[in-house]
């Protein structure tokens, strides 16, 4: 099997051997390779000590150099070299005490997680493959390097990075290696909210979201995120719904764009349903106010793991409002516009669609024609320029003191009441229209 390698990294290859080093493209790339997709980056391990590495080439960067990393810049990209190591004792599940290195590259690919991620290849030997990656994935298979439960002792996170790369890759988990996540799956509380955070986001945005079902299955998720649990848990007896609420949440992954938003949105748009359920004498269940238990619910489950502030943001006011419906008028959909805030726009269309597409058939093409119309008005409103935001008014809070109000509260409520009514009636953002009206409600309130 031939791979071709870009001719930056044949370059550092030739230039590391003619130095009399061994070295390799390793890992993720000859994966990757293998199964014709595009490397996201090309990794090189060699037996050059990192001050040998420093030494070869021109521009260097010290990224990881206790641990044998050292970039290497070639036309302004940068290439991860490592020298072969073995990892020390974990301390605690999270980092290697100690790095060793190593003149072996047998003792280098063993340390790696997974078989099909423990293949090295270069021009010259072709792809050295010392514990049957290929084979792996020929047949889809993740399967440890080892002893499944001893690489889970010296690092959890490796159980989640399992499940990752069998979404990113549609793979199933060898059987053996499954079962040592089951048992180990109560270790993973000692990996970082960060590092977790990281291969969720991964599995997610892959093209097999709804692995998260399989991560609820092996009980790894009750230990970061127990809420998916009980969505599975959670039936839907509502003409709407086919699925209980986690099976909806899964389908609803799969309908969605792969964006690290859009998907955190849709695996929480729905977790505050049970909480919110309601069982009707005709054993009907209601969820009424879901979306803003499930907000709530939202932003301290992704407050736990780590996100930041603009991502909580984005992904609570998408799920506050995933199930508003604003009347198929240009006023209730400009009313729509403020209340769910100018951000949530475009994204609330796809957020919609998801859903829609995870529900039961029952009235799905009505369902997805309101959302393309609730669109088509939203982007007439943008295209006519219609004003939606106070930005956009025709007069501002310092035309509202030039008429004499004094700096204060009430400067704000003047342009509040006159925001409303150009919301209404876009007609009405009009700057003499407004400063007329802006004096009469000075004057009908006494200027105070
Ligand atoms: P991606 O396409 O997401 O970058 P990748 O396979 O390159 O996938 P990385 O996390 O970049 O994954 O790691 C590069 C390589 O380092 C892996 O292919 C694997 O050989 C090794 N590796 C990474 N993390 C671990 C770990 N926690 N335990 C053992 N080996 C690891
Ligand atoms: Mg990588």
Redesign the pocket.
């Given at each position: 099997m031939r791979i071709i390698l870009p001719q930056d990294v044949k370059n550092i290859i030739e230039c590391l051997n003619n130095c009399g080093h061994e070295a390799y493209a390793?890992?993720?790339?000859v994966?990757?390779s293998v199964l014709g997709k595009t490397?996201?980056?090309w990794?090189i391990t060699t037996s050059a000590k990192p001050e040998e590495v420093k030494d070869i080439f021109s521009k260097t960067f010290d990224t990881g150099i206790e641990h044998g990393t050292v970039t290497v810049l070639m036309n302004h990209v940068g290439y991860e070299v490592t020298t072969y190591r073995i990892?020390g004792e974990y301390e605690d599940g999270r980092h290697p005490k100690q790095v060793e290195f190593t003149a072996s590259l047998e003792e280098d690919l063993k340390?790696?997680?997974?078989t099909i991620?423990?293949m090295a290849y270069n021009e010259r030997e072709g792809i050295i493959d010392l514990f049957g990656g290929m084979d792996d994935l020929d047949h889809g298979i993740i399967r440890c390097v080892g002893e499944p439960e001893e690489?889970f002792g010296?690092?959890a996170?490796?159980m989640l990075?399992a499940l990752r790369?069998a979404a990113?890759l549609d793979f199933d988990i060898d059987t053996k290696t499954y079962d040592a996540i089951v048992k180990l799956a109560p270790t993973i509380e000692k990996v970082s909210k960060e590092r977790i955070m990281v291969e969720l986001v991964?599995t997610l945005v892959s093209d097999h979201p709804d692995k998260m079902r399989v991560v609820s299955q092996c009980g790894l998720g009750k230990y970061f995120l127990p809420e998916l649990d009980v969505m599975f848990a959670t039936p839907q007896n509502n003409i709407h719904h086919c699925y209980n609420v986690g099976e909806h949440t899964m389908h609803a992954l799969l309908a969605s764009p792969k964006d690290k938003v859009l998907r955190l949105t849709m695996l929480l748009h729905d977790v505050g349903k049970p909480k919110a359920k309601t069982t009707d004498s005709m054993g009907v269940d209601h969820f009424k106010m879901h979306p803003q238990m499930g907000a709530d619910m939202a932003v301290t489950i992704l407050r736990r793991l780590k996100f930041d502030n603009d991502t909580i943001g984005r992904v609570k006011r998408l799920i506050l409002w995933h199930d508003d419906r604003p009347a198929l008028n240009e006023k209730s959909v400009r009313k729509a516009v403020v209340r769910f805030g100018e951000e949530a726009f475009p994204d609330i269309f796809a957020v919609k669609r998801a859903d829609t597409m995870a529900q039961s058939e029952v009235g799905r093409q009505e369902k997805l024609d309101y959302i393309d119309e609730f669109q088509r008005i939203y982007e007439d409103i943008i295209a006519k320029g219609q004003c939606v935001s106070k930005k956009t008014m025709a007069i501002n809070g310092k035309d509202v003191l030039d008429l004499g109000v004094p700096q204060g509260k009430m400067v704000g409520q003047v342009l509040d009441e006159l925001f409303k009514e150009v919301v209404s009636d876009s007609d009405l953002n009009d700057r003499e229209y407004l400063l007329n009206e802006a004096r009469r409600i000075v004057e009908n309130s006494g200027g105070k």
């Open positions: 390793v890992g993720g790339c994966r990757d490397p996201s980056d990794d990892d340390r790696r997680d997974f991620n423990a690489r010296e690092d996170l490796r990075r790369f990113q991964k």
